[in-house]
Structures are given as C-alpha cells and as structure tokens.
C-alpha cells in the first residue's frame, strides 16, 4: 500500500469535501480514513489515502489538488506518508 495525507483546510463552504473526494475517486485513489472539523467558520480536514491504484503520478496529484484548492477557496497539500512521518517525529 501507497499511503499519502492529504490536508485542507480554508474558510468553510458548501462542497469542499464532496469536490476533493470526487477528484480522488476520479484518479482511483482510495480513502482509507478521514476527519474534519470547522472550527469558528474554518475547515480542516486531513484525510490517508491509498494512491498505489491511481492513475497518475505524485507530482500531478499535488500540483492538481493544489488547483482545485485554489478553485474552491482552500488550501489542499498532500505528502507520502514516510515524509509526513519524519516531519512530525518527537
């Protein structure tokens, strides 16, 4: 399994997650977890997901998340997770 984080957060509005899990699901990537939160009028949402199916590589996904970030109002960034592991160690 290929598993990458993907985080979004920015002011709340209608269709965030239905739009970033049809763009997912549209590049065979599968959720395999996720959680949001709004917080004030502010969402966050950071979601694993299994992309050793999609159809596209990792620098597409990223810079197309990116896009579609900036399409709805919020900020989309994704690492694989060994690099998300390492940033965060204690």
Same mark, same amino acid.
Do not use: P
């Given at each position: 399994?290929?598993?990458? =984080?993907?985080? #979004? &957060?920015? $002011? /709340?509005? #209608?269709? =965030?997650?239905?739009?970033?899990?049809?763009?997912?699901?549209?590049? $065979?990537?599968? =959720?395999?977890?996720?959680?949001?939160?709004? &917080?004030?009028?502010?969402?966050?949402?950071?979601?694993? #997901?299994?992309?050793?199916?999609?159809?596209? /590589?990792?620098? *597409?996904? *990223? +810079?197309?998340?990116? $896009?579609?970030?900036? +399409?709805?109002? &919020?900020?989309?960034?994704?690492? $694989? +997770?060994?690099?998300?592991?390492?940033?965060?160690? =204690?």
């Amino acid at each position: 399994m290929d598993r990458t =984080i993907i985080t #979004v &957060v920015g $002011k /709340d509005t #209608v269709g =965030i997650i239905a739009r970033v899990c049809t763009y997912l699901a549209d590049r $065979k990537i599968n =959720i395999l977890d996720i959680t949001q939160t709004i &917080v004030q009028g502010f969402f966050n949402m950071m979601m694993i #997901v299994d992309t050793s199916e999609m159809d596209t /590589d990792f620098t *597409s996904l *990223s +810079e197309g998340l990116g $896009k579609l970030g900036e +399409e709805i109002g &919020v900020q989309i960034k994704c690492q $694989k +997770e060994e690099i998300f592991d390492m940033m965060h160690r =204690i």
